[in-house]
């Protein structure tokens, strides 16, 4: 469950924000995102499926002043908001159809609407992976 994940070249990235409402915790979802990921991990991680790997993170609250082009404290900058999510799910797969056929199916789509009903907000959007790298050493 927390073990390294290696991420292919030219993989989909899929790019999940949450917004919690106001009410509720990360604590609140916390098992519920568990039993999620563990649907994805179990039933869609082979060629067929298609899922390769994924990663939670909860929003530290920090933007990177050095790391933005825009000033992040400005408040005219609308694309810099820390109220956008509480929590975002990054996934990869080997296509953006084999991702949207795991959401259509049952087994999936029953836990994500119950973490829907936690949430103002969720969206994703997809990316194609143009670079990677590591360290040389």
Not at 15 to 21: A, S, T
Request: net charge negative.
């Amino acid at each position: 469950m927390f073990t390294p994940i290696e991420i292919p070249f030219g993989c989909k990235m899929l790019f999940n924000i949450v917004d919690l409402k106001d009410e509720y915790t990360i604590e609140d979802v916390e098992l519920l995102l568990g039993e999620m990921c563990n649907i994805v991990k179990n039933n869609y991680g082979d060629d067929n499926g298609g899922f390769i790997g994924g990663q939670v993170f909860k929003n530290d609250g920090f933007i990177s002043a050095k790391g933005s082009v825009q000033d992040p404290n400005k408040a005219e900058n609308k694309r810099i908001d820390q109220n956008l999510g509480d929590l975002v799910i990054v996934t990869y797969w080997q296509s953006f159809e084999q991702h949207e056929a795991s959401h259509a199916d049952k087994l999936f789509n029953d836990k994500f609407s119950q973490l829907a009903v936690y949430c103002n907000n969720t969206f994703e959007v997809g990316y194609s992976m143009l670079w990677q790298g590591t360290p040389e050493h």
